[in-house]
Structure formats: C-alpha cells, structure tokens
C-alpha cells in the first residue's frame, strides 16, 4: 500500500444533467475498495464515449450506481495493488481495458476519471508496449463493440460491408478489423467530406460522403451494414437479401443484431498482434489528449457528434 493515497482526485456528478453543469472536480474522494478479483490502477489516460454523457443525462439512471460518481469506461494504467484471487496481473503491470463489465447495470461508482480505480482482471489486458497510454486507454470499449458487431453477424473473408459512421470511435475500429484482420472482399464507410481521407487510409475501398451521396442508392449491395450512427432504417436497404445489419444504436428494428457490449480484456488480448504489428491503429481525435483540467471542455466537444476516432484525457493527475 506503499504511496497509495486514501483520498483522491476525480470529475464526480452528484445530479443528471449536461455535462457542463453537473460535472465537478473532487479533490477528496476515497480510493475505491479493491476486491479479491479486482486490481487497483493508477490511472495515466482516459477516454470518453457517448454512453459517459448519456449516463450523465439520467440516460439509465434505473440502473445506475448511486450518485454521487465519477464517469468513464476506458482506462489505461498501471497496476498498484491486486486482489487476493488475481492471477493475470502484478504490481507494476500496465494495463488497459473497459472497466465496466455490463456497460448500463451498476457501471464502477470511481470510472476513469479518477486519479485511481478498480476493475475486474477479466476486463483488463496487458497494454501493447508499442502504444502510449493515451492511445491505449482510446481502445477498449470501441474496438471491443467493433470487433462483438463483427462476431455477432459472422462476418468472415470475402464478405463487404458497409460502415455507417466510419470515422467515428467504433467505425474507425470496424474498417480496420474488417478490412485488416477479416479479411473483408470490399469495405465502404460513410464520412463528412474532410474525413474521407481517413476512411481511405484505415482500408476503405470505397469511402461516401454522406453529405452528397446516399449510400442506399449504391448498386451492389452489402452481405453486413455496421449502423454506428442510428441510421438503421435506411441501413436495411443497402443490404443484399439474405445480408445482416447490425447497429450499436437502439431502435426497435426486430430484424437488426442489436447488443450492448459486455466488456472483454480476452477480446483486447486477442487483437493485441494485430495492434502490435500496427494494423490496427487507434485512432485519436486531432484535439486530443485533454489535460484533466479541461474533462468538462472534452465533454462538450465529444458532444457535438463532430469527433473523429476518440477523445482522450491525459495525463490524469
């Protein structure tokens, strides 16, 4: 326990609201309880997804920790102390992972946004020694929602698809896995005009720009269309017969795979060759990291929809 703090700094919310009204900086908040499963990370970087903000809002509050709470899914650290059961990690490990097992059931009351936390060791894997913190901690929850899409629909070599929402945080993530660790015959994705590059660099075959194209229009259909953005309606007619369409956005479509992540460190582990050799890369908003000073602003820019890739915070301090 040596050097572990008993109180520390974290963004807690003691109400729902927007993010730029509720969201306050704790400078005394206990060092969560480690349990027999759980280590105990210092945390070096964060990132934030739509669900912090949506969780934020009261989106699940039926099923959410008791407030006040400090929000974040993604981590990357290292480990400072482990539970009596933890047989994957020691002290000194630096890690990385989606702390939240059920992303909308009782998620961590001390998330990421916390100078320390705690997660489960089957959340976690061991950071890739070629990436930095801040690219580590912009991986899990997007790359592992990306990666469960995939699996969900059977998606195999030789099969196309198309992304909607290519360059966002999981459609950056479902290009590069298609494309780079499937083996997909044919990738499109949709983007705003200025992002089509991007799209062509992560393995896009055929980048839209949705802002003069509509992709339901296409002549040769699609056997997946990965519906990252809540289009699932039009989705559906740009798949073949026979296709599958899976969305991350719910929408009441009986025939759509939907799922809501359970977090995996075994996913992380899995793809950690192909994030090593760097065929898939994370991919960072321009703007990121934020200092932790400015968690607030982060948020308010994640919540303009405009983000490309993730919006990291680092360091955490």
């Known amino acids: 326990m040596a050097g572990i703090p008993t109180h520390i700094k974290a963004w807690t919310y003691s109400e729902y609201g927007k993010s730029a009204d509720v969201l306050t900086f704790d400078t005394a908040v206990p ?21 912090d903000y949506k ?3 009261g989106f699940f509050q039926d099923t959410d920790s008791p407030l006040p709470t400090a929000p974040g899914y993604d981590v990357a650290g290292v480990v400072v102390k482990v539970g009596s059961h933890v047989k994957k990690f020691k002290v000194g ?11 909308l059931v009782h998620p961590k009351v001390i998330g ?3 100078e320390y936390t705690t997660a489960e060791e089957k959340l976690l894997s061991h950071k890739p020694q070629n990436l930095s913190f801040a690219e580590a901690a912009s991986l899990p929850l997007t790359i592992e929602t990306a990666y469960e899409g995939l699996e969900r629909a059977g998606f ?33 994705a949709t983007s705003s005009t200025g992002k089509l590059e991007l799209l062509r660099k992560l393995g896009a075959d055929l980048p839209i720009d949705y802002t003069k194209d509509n992709f339901e229009d296409l002549p040769n259909k699609f056997d997946l269309v990965y519906d990252a953005v809540g289009q699932t309606e039009r989705a559906f007619k740009a798949v073949k017969e ?7 956005v719910p929408g009441g479509f009986p025939n759509a795979i939907f799922f809501v992540l359970a977090s995996d460190g075994a996913i992380l582990d899995k793809l950690k060759p192909y994030l090593e050799s760097g065929k898939v890369k994370p991919i960072l908003d321009p703007k990121s990291p934020f200092p932790f000073s400015q968690t607030v602003e982060a948020f308010s820019y994640l919540e303009t929809g405009r983000v490309t890739g993730k919006v990291v915070i680092h360091p955490i301090q």
């Open 31 to 51: 060092v969560p309880e480690v349990k027999d499963d759980q280590v105990l990370i210092k945390v070096a970087a964060a990132s934030i997804n739509p669900i």
């Open 112 to 114: 990421s946004l916390a």
């Open 242 to 248: 026979g296709g599958k369409v899976v969305t991350i």
């Open 156 to 188: 195999s070599a030789g099969k196309s698809i198309l992304v909607l929402g290519g360059a966002g945080g999981v459609g950056t993530h479902v290009i590069q896995l298609a494309k780079h660790v499937y083996g997909a015959s044919k990738v499109a």
């Open 55 to 57: 969780r934020l809002e």
């Open 93 to 103: 490990d630096e890690v990385y992972g989606d702390i939240n097992g059920n992303a």
